[in-house]
Structure formats: structure tokens, C-alpha cells
């Protein structure tokens, strides 16, 4: 009888290292021992530009006449690294309307690299009439409105490097019977026999304007 007493106590003995290893073991839970190998890497980058310059920005008509049309060119160069839109901004609003207030009296032409893009025998912004409104511009026999806008594209998607230009042309028209001094003087110096305020300048002040393709410059009036 006391050697089966032994015999239990020792497989009770046995049995209790087994279960202390094994609580032990679950204590430890995983090692983590896996191989791994790591790769460092780094993002790059640059800005790109839009960038325009032109040789030949300032331009003049000379001893105008009616029935007489005169074109003066501008030329423009993307000297960015990125391809852009160019866009030609008349930046004066009382230069653009002392031209809008020929009418019939003025014609006036826009190409971009002999393409027209724009062309009025009617330049009238219905800003001094009755109404001061024209509606729904149209050009037809010397009747109606066709101002002038703030801005046209000129050119989309210039590359780098690449060149282009933009003409101007002008001519009274054939009704105008008398005139002297600067050419488009501003603002409108007077209307239906009421005088105005002497003369600010004269010309019609514009801007050579890149942006990026598919944007337009920050203007109202965009075409």
C-alpha cells in the first residue's frame, strides 16, 4: 500500500512540472522571430513656372485716318518649363470703354497668330444708352453692340520655349468726319453734348497674361 502511495505522488509530481512548463510557456506568448529586411526611400520633386516674356509690348498707330486700317503687333515667348495658356487683358476699364463708345465711329480687330478672334464694326457697350444696356450683343449693318471684352485667349497650351504673337488692328470708321489729338483718349471725354472731365490718358493699356492650362486670368469679362 505505500508503494502505490509513492508511485501516485510521483506521477502527481510529474504531472504538476508539466503543467508549471506549460503556464510558463503561455506567459511568454510568441517570440516575434521572423526575418524582415527594410528598404528606405525618399519622394522628390520641383516646382514648374509659368512664365511669358515678350520683346515688343509697346505699340502705336501713326496719323490715323478714317476707312484706314493700321495693325500693330506684339510678340510673347512661354519661357516657363511647363506648357501654358496665354490670354491678352485690356486691364483699363475707362481705356476699354472710351473705345466701346465709337460705335460705328471705330473698327476694331484682334488676331492671335493670324487667327481673328475677334472683329467689331459696332463697338458700343451700351453703357451711355437710354437703357445703359445693349442685351444680347450683335453686329449687323452698323446697328446693335459688339464691345470689346476684358479678355481673350490667345493662345492654348503654349509649350516651353515656343512663340507666338497677337495683332491689333484700328481704322475710324468711314462716317468719322473730323478728330485731332492722342488716339483713345479716357475717360470719354463727351457724350450727347455734355462735357467731362479732362482727359486721364490715352491708349488702350493691355497685358500679356500666362496661366496654366485650362485656367483662365482673374477678369469678368472672359473669352
Known amino acids: 500500500m505505500k508503494l502505490m502511495l509513492n508511485r501516485k505522488k510521483a506521477i502527481i509530481g510529474a504531472g504538476g512540472v508539466a503543467v508549471a512548463l506549460t503556464m510558463a510557456l503561455a506567459a511568454l506568448g510568441p517570440t516575434g522571430a521572423y526575418f524582415t529586411d527594410t528598404e528606405q526611400g525618399n519622394i522628390t520633386g520641383n516646382l514648374g513656372s509659368i512664365e511669358v516674356t515678350s520683346e515688343k509690348t509697346e505699340l502705336a498707330y501713326t496719323n490715323l485716318l478714317p476707312g484706314e486700317p493700321q495693325t500693330v503687333t506684339a510678340d510673347f515667348t512661354n519661357t516657363g518649363v511647363n506648357n501654358q495658356d496665354v490670354w491678352v487683358v485690356f486691364n483699363n476699364e ?9 460705335g460705328k465711329y471705330g473698327n476694331f480687330k484682334v488676331v492671335s497668330s493670324g487667327t481673328e478672334i475677334f472683329a467689331s464694326t459696332n463697338l458700343q457697350d451700351g453703357e451711355w444708352r437710354a437703357t445703359n444696356s445693349c442685351g444680347d450683343f450683335f453686329e449687323q449693318a452698323n446697328r446693335g453692340c459688339w464691345p470689346l471684352r476684358e479678355a481673350y485667349k ?19 470708321g468711314a462716317a468719322m468726319t473730323s478728330g485731332a489729338g492722342a488716339w483713345n483718349q479716357y475717360p470719354v471725354q463727351y457724350h450727347g453734348g455734355e462735357k467731362f472731365p479732362a482727359a486721364e490718358g490715352y491708349g488702350l493699356p493691355y497685358q500679356i497674361v500666362a496661366t496654366q492650362v485650362g485656367h483662365a486670368p482673374g477678369v469678368a469679362g472672359v473669352n
Not at 470703354?97 to 465709337?102: G, I, K, P, R
Not at 490667345?154 to 475710324?172: K, R
Open 154 to 172: 490667345l493662345v492654348s497650351g503654349l509649350g516651353s520655349g515656343a512663340s507666338a504673337d497677337v495683332s491689333f488692328t484700328f481704322a475710324y
Open 94 to 102: 475707362k481705356a476699354l470703354h472710351a473705345l466701346n463708345n465709337l
